[in-house]
């Protein structure tokens, strides 16, 4: 576990989380079940070591496509959310699989971004041509409890001095009256912005070497599915740490 030294500090309150409240913010893990079992165990273990009053899990969304292991992912999760205070929150990659049952056509873009190695994870073959039909095997594949899963992922979540999300926000534009297409999708406008959005922004999307540590804004995707290093920031009182 690494203390994180930042530009963060240098503001005259540290930014932080209500006392009692740990957080674990667990960046993009794309289809790397074996990343997100290691890291669940680190996260057990640290709980087990220094114990505080109330822990919540905040996933930043994009748990499919890419790596080999998107449904394992699902299940994983899912089971997590049975035992611990978890909030999962949705990313631009579960549009797809979500949409792409009502509307086929989509294959083509999913494919492009990793998709086919979720429709593999859950059995599905490339000997299966017709879009039409994948989706009609990916429905019936589908099991009832990841349908349940995806319809239930938030925007967002806030807590204390900070906002997590996917993707990021439209600066200029109250945290509350963001638009779900700029917190799945933006890069650039936020990514480059100097803005104060009233809270720090923790998000993923843009894979980056290392964790990115900004005054306005924190991003933990660290390429999981490529680097084979998954991310989690650690948030207590005004401390911030990366395992």
Same mark, same amino acid.
């Given at each position: 576990m690494v203390t994180i030294q930042s530009s963060l500090s240098q503001k005259k309150q540290r930014p932080r989380v209500p006392d009692g409240v740990r957080i674990y913010a667990i960046g993009d893990i794309h289809g790397r079940a074996d990343l997100l079992n290691g890291m669940l165990k680190r996260i057990d273990a640290d709980m087990k070591t220094n114990s505080v009053a109330h822990t919540i899990e905040v996933f930043?969304?994009?748990y499919i496509d890419r790596g080999p292991a998107s449904r394992q992912v699902l299940d994983r999760l899912v089971a &997590? /959310? &049975?035992? !611990?205070?978890?909030v999962f929150l949705k990313g631009n990659h579960e549009t797809y699989l979500t949409d792409?049952?009502? /509307?086929?056509p989509i294959l083509e873009d999913w494919k492009r971004v990793g998709g086919f190695a979720t429709l593999m994870s859950y059995g599905i073959t490339s000997s299966i041509n017709a879009e039409e039909q994948l989706a009609a095997a990916f429905d019936q594949a589908l099991p009832e409890s990841h349908r349940q899963f995806l319809g239930n992922?938030?925007?967002?979540?806030?807590?204390?001095?900070?906002f997590f999300v996917h993707a990021g926000v439209r600066p200029g534009t109250p945290l509350e009256k963001q638009r779900e297409e700029d917190l799945l999708w933006i &890069?650039? %406008?936020?990514?480059l912005s100097e803005d104060d959005f009233g809270k720090i922004v923790v998000?993923? !999307?843009t894979p980056v070497a290392q964790p990115d540590i900004r005054p306005n804004r924190i /991003?933990? %995707?660290?390429?999981?599915?490529a680097t084979g290093q998954l991310t989690c920031l650690k948030l207590e009182g005004d401390e911030m740490y990366l395992i």
């Open positions: 930043l969304g994009d &997590r /959310n &049975r035992t !611990h205070k978890t792409f049952v009502t /509307n086929p992922l938030k925007l967002s979540f806030t807590c204390g001095d900070f &890069r650039q %406008d936020f990514l998000h993923g !999307h /991003n933990i %995707d660290t390429g999981a599915f």
